[in-house]
């Protein structure tokens, strides 16, 4: 009877064993009996996936299991079991372990005490779980707390926090202080021209000199994509100019190397004297920020704040999005790219995903790029987004070679010949990867200039891609300019495709495009596929492609099933 409690008791703490499996996690029944102590793992293959060994060798008793204990982990353990000194007492800590590979991985064991005579335990169940790699991006969120990952500074944050502890000394002790921030002005070019690894290598080796230029106690940091802070101790601001002349013919005397060959970097300069003016970091930096203003009317001269200087960076709204705040997320690597699948009509199996903006606000927050790509659009500098949505795919067509992806072009970037033909040269740029690629462009674009979406769609092609248009029937474009286009594919807007099954006048519209496409041999893609009975029906119209959430929601990754690559190998 007691057995079978015990059994059961295991059971609900263990839970399925796939589950258990994911979670890299091994679970036990611990026993002492006559002063020896002896492990009972529920199953086998787990416990030699997490220590990396053969089943034969996974630790069966005590002694076994301590050898594989790093550092202070005995001492750990031993308390938290000394600490299970009544039955249905528990513990949870984590430590390291030492695998049969020789790597040491952090583990989070969690026991309970079932049953012992007195404060000793004689019958414990637990789990020892996998947490490595929770541990890494802890110990990665501890450093971007306070570091920029690209180049090793500190971030805007820690500067803020350096700044006012500078102020405070300063003040304490009847010192001097100034704040400069210098900005590279010319990085959306080179971004535009070069892409952004250019951009990020002239970055990093800006920050490479900057860090020669400053000595503790002064501190230095990347507050913006593509700006630095560097605060200064007992500096007013005679030395303040003095020192940001010599930083800026640090910077700029030579060009920056790069695979593309010699860069020049041009910049901005501006600082205020903190002793004099400011009262908090907030203060420095936003009057830093109306003097770097002034250096970029100046030609990139150095500008000191002072009280009657002009404001020429109004305090604005969150919605109010400035340039810099476009620029400044693209070199943050906080424009992101997530994947939702489009499916085949007739199998469901997955046919190529859908590249969708996504924007990492500064909290951390992960949100939808639309209000963003709107604002880039009024500020002119959209084409920045779409080049960056290119570098991020052609990185997912290297890590998933089986895979096919659908990129969104903006109206801003294709009708714009500069912006068009660096877009072009982009895409050329991926080579035999082209062929994996399908550029959309939403059809009131094309229904605005027909001859310059089929001159876009006719390069397009020309290099391997497939085209479509998006949106199709929102702007009412007739056939005989989409023959004129030579688009590969229409994408069905998705006003038609909502209630499709409850909905007759929608039927008789999607069943005509879809006619006429077939015609044109050109494929259909219906998407915002909300119900099984709407996905039914436009199989039965003979929509090629499905799109929805009921197939698939964005993610981070493109979601590629094991029977799709299965087949994929098998056709291969």
């Known amino acids: 009877m007691a057995k079978k409690k015990l059994n059961k008791v295991c059971e609900n703490a ?11 996690a091994a679970t036990y029944t611990w026993h002492l009996v006559e002063d020896k102590t002896k492990f009972q793992w529920r199953d086998e293959d787990l416990t030699a996936a997490l220590f990396c060994s053969r ?26 079991l000394g600490s299970l000194s009544w039955n249905g007492a528990k513990f949870q800590i984590d430590y390291q372990i030492r695998t049969f590979d020789g790597r040491n991985i952090w583990v989070e064991e969690r026991g309970q005490r079932i049953d012992g005579e007195g404060k000793k335990a004689s019958h414990i169940i637990g789990v020892i779980t996998n947490i490595q790699t929770r541990k890494i991006q802890e110990e990665q969120a501890g450093y971007h707390a306070s570091f920029d990952s690209l180049t090793g500074l500190w971030n805007k944050s820690r500067i803020a926090e350096g700044l006012n502890h500078m102020l405070a000394t300063a003040q304490r002790y009847d010192r001097q202080a100034s704040y400069i921030v210098l900005s590279i002005a010319n990085i ?3 971004n535009a021209t070069y892409g952004y690894e250019a951009g990020d290598r002239l970055v990093k080796a800006v920050a490479d000199r900057l860090k020669a230029c400053v000595r503790t106690p002064d501190i230095c940091g990347r507050i913006s994509g593509r700006s630095f802070g560097i605060g200064l101790s007992d500096c007013g601001t005679k030395e303040m100019q003095n020192i940001a002349a010599r930083i800026l013919k640090t910077v700029s005397e030579t ?30 930096m936003q009057q830093a920020a109306t003097a770097i203003a002034h250096s970029r009317l100046k030609g990139g001269n150095f500008v000191a704040y002072s009280r009657d200087l002009p404001d020429l960076k109004p305090r604005q709204s969150k919605a109010d999005l400035t340039r810099d705040d476009v620029v400044g997320a693209l070199n943050d690597r906080r424009i992101t790219l997530a994947y939702q699948p489009i499916v085949h009509a007739d199998t469901r199996d997955t046919h190529h995903f859908e590249c969708l903006l996504r924007l990492r606000r500064e909290d951390g927050e992960l949100t939808s790029a639309a209000e963003f790509i709107m604002a880039a659009e ?10 960056r949505a290119l570098e991020i ?21 294709v009708k714009c010949e500069q912006t068009a033909r660096d877009y072009i040269g982009a895409l050329k740029s991926l080579g035999p990867q082209c062929k994996r690629v399908n ?34 029937g929102a702007g009412h474009t007739t056939f005989r300019n989409l023959m004129a286009i030579e688009a590969d594919e229409i994408k069905i807007d998705g006003s038609f495709i909502r209630d499709l099954s409850l909905t007759p006048h929608k039927q008789v519209f999607v069943r005509m495009m879809v006619d006429l496409a077939q015609t044109f041999s050109v ?25 929805g959430f009921m197939f698939g929601i964005p993610a981070p990754s493109p979601q590629v099933s094991l029977n799709n690559e299965a087949k994929k190998t098998k056709r291969a």
């Open 14 to 24: 263990v839970g399925e064993r796939d589950i258990i499996g994911l979670l890299g």
């Open 55 to 80: 089943a034969d060798d996974i630790p069966r008793s005590e002694a076994e299991y301590i050898e594989r204990l790093c550092d202070d982990a005995l001492s750990t353990r031993n308390q938290a």
């Open 188 to 190: 959306m070019d080179i």
């Open 255 to 284: 060009p920056y190397a790069s695979p593309h060959g010699d860069l020049r970097a041009r910049f901005a300069i501006g600082g205020s004297a903190l002793s004099q003016k400011a009262t908090s970091a907030t203060d420095a």
């Open 378 to 387: 009024r500020l002119e500098c959209v084409h920045l987004l779409d080049r």
């Open 393 to 413: 795919a052609r990185e997912t067509l290297i890590n998933f070679p089986n895979i096919k992806l659908a990129l969104n072009v903006s109206a801003a970037t």
């Open 439 to 472: 550029v959309e462009m939403t059809e009131t674009v094309a229904l605005d200039d027909p001859a310059m979406a089929g001159q876009f769609s006719m390069e397009v092609r020309a290099l391997g891609c497939h085209f479509s248009i998006d949106d199709f």
């Open 523 to 547: 494929k259909t893609v219906a998407e915002m596929v909300g119900s099984r009975e709407d996905a039914d029906l436009l199989t039965r119209l003979g929509v090629d492609y499905l799109q």
